[in-house]
């Protein structure tokens, strides 16, 4: 398997530090507001990673954390008149919840800042005595960058170039503008914690360092592109100068989202969260979206994008339903299949596993699935393929392989008659269409065409159709779905 690896710029072979085992700590959420859509494609990424090398066979021991005291917290706090305790609680809840929706795997641990006070003022006090660190009189704690020599290697910046745009602030007790904070000084009205420099609380940064300390050395440390520098720079650094020992092996980052080919920020009004959108479609069409493009490459969330996802969702879902029917229906006839179609059949899983392997190539991965949707589709439509005996082999091995996709891409697990009946409810609810009264023209026309009154059952059809139902005629009856 190849993973990108950031501290590289480049594609290598993973291998894990321990035979079997994987070790694997991913950045989570600052517990201050809902998740946006930002928050759901970095936890999407490495929930898939996760379940591809679980699949391979490996030992994956998954660490997230929480970011449960800072400065956003205790604002919204202050704001709301509440304990900053209650806010971060009510926003990890948050997280949960919209994560459980999104079909996300639950971490083996999440640690969160403030179970690790100890741990982070030892860490402090460690740096200080080895002459990495130092504490202003203030009672701030800083990092002396230009003790470890290798600063800059994960996000490419030299020194030269950071100290032209560094500044010392007023008030500020820096050695070197470079340095940044591992312990801030309390002030009135925040949380603290009694330390040797004084009461105060921990930088964002330290906070990782301690929290990921008890899985060294790690295999795969994780986050968005956005984290590279400054927090996983100077995370590398204060770790690495502690432990004389390298923290992670592969740094694995993900792209941006813009929404509508601009950034997504709240000035602009296009913010969106996850509940926003789970508003207008299902967990499992934004899940399809989010995948649907190469973990590296930034994605472009627009309305058009979703309905196209929705749509591609259908035509899988579709298709697993009719397999089902067919198998439940067909007798079947000693014919072969052509052998073109059983050796391009027999090839798609290799290829579906390779993409995987390939840095986790989920839009190529997805690909392979509507290749098979293809073949599976050719079989159930073509007069002299859908009564083989072998047509009957594949379509029982297309429905196996969906376990498949769900077990490593968390897709196309659920029932397909529920999910269509799902889906169309979320269209009607788009539309702010009466499913009921949908339902009734449908009964109508049915009861219609069993009374032969076939300029009826028409014009039925073209009152649906104006709706944007779309109506077909089947050995079992009439179908419909929304356009």
């Not at 503008?177 to 309390?186: G, N, Q």
Request: hydrophobic residues 40%.
């Amino acid at each position: 398997m190849l993973l990108y690896n950031t501290l590289g710029r480049q594609k290598e072979e993973f291998i894990p530090v321990r035979p079997g085992k994987v070790n694997m700590y991913v950045c989570g959420i600052t517990a201050y507001d809902y998740c946006h859509i930002g928050h759901a494609r970095s936890a999407l990424v490495f929930d898939v990673l996760v379940r591809h090398l679980r699949h391979r066979g490996l030992d994956v021991f998954f660490v997230r954390n929480f970011t449960d005291v800072d400065d956003k917290i205790i604002n919204r706090a202050n704001k709301e008149g509440r304990a900053w305790r209650e806010v971060a609680q009510t926003y990890i809840d948050a997280f949960h919840e919209d994560m459980d929706r999104l079909h996300v795997l639950r971490a083996d641990a999440e640690p969160r800042a403030t179970e690790y006070i100890a741990e982070i003022e030892a860490l402090c006090a460690k740096l200080i005595a080895e002459g990495k660190a130092y504490a202003a009189p203030s009672g701030d704690v800083y990092f002396r960058v230009r003790s470890y020599a290798p600063y800059g290697k994960l996000s490419g910046r030299g020194l030269d170039e950071l100290l032209s745009g560094a500044r010392v602030a007023p008030g500020e007790e820096k050695e070197d503008p470079l340095d940044f904070a591992l312990w801030k000084a309390a002030k009135p009205g925040e949380p603290s914690w009694e330390s040797p420099w004084g009461q105060g609380r921990p930088g964002w940064h330290i906070e990782c360092s301690a929290m990921s300390a008890p899985y060294l050395p790690l295999d795969i440390h994780g986050g968005g592109q956005d984290l590279i520098f400054p927090h996983h720079e100077n995370e590398i650094a204060q770790s690495e100068a502690a432990c004389r020992c390298e923290l992670a092996r592969y740094w694995v980052h993900n792209g941006f989202v813009q929404v509508n080919a601009e950034k997504m920020s709240k000035s602009l009004g296009n913010f969106k969260t996850i509940r926003d959108i789970l508003e207008s479609y299902l967990p499992e069409t934004l899940r399809f979206f989010l995948l649907g493009k190469h973990y590296r490459s930034p994605i472009d969330f627009t309305p058009e994008g979703m309905d196209e996802a929705e749509k591609a969702q259908h035509r899988v879902y579709a298709s697993m339903l009719e397999a089902e029917k067919a198998l439940a229906r067909s007798t079947w006839k000693k014919s072969p299949l052509p052998q073109q179609l059983l050796q391009e059949w027999a090839a798609l899983p290799q290829a579906f596993e390779a993409s995987l392997d390939d840095d986790l190539n989920t839009a190529q991965a997805l690909g392979q699935i509507f290749s098979q949707v293809r073949i599976v589709n050719r079989l159930l439509e073509e007069k002299s393929l859908r009564s083989s005996e072998g047509a009957r082999g594949l379509l029982e091995e297309f429905l196996e392989r969906s376990r498949n996709w769900e077990a490593q891409l968390g897709l196309f697990g659920r029932e397909p008659a529920a999910f269509l009946a799902d889906l169309r409810a979320m269209r009607g609810k788009r539309k702010n269409l009466d499913l009921h009264a949908v339902e009734s023209l449908l009964h109508e026309r049915q009861d219609a065409r069993s009374r032969k009154d076939f300029a009826r059952s028409d014009a039925l059809r073209d009152r649906l159709l104006a709706l944007g139902v779309t109506v077909r005629d089947t050995p079992e009856g009439q179908t419909w779905d929304l356009e």
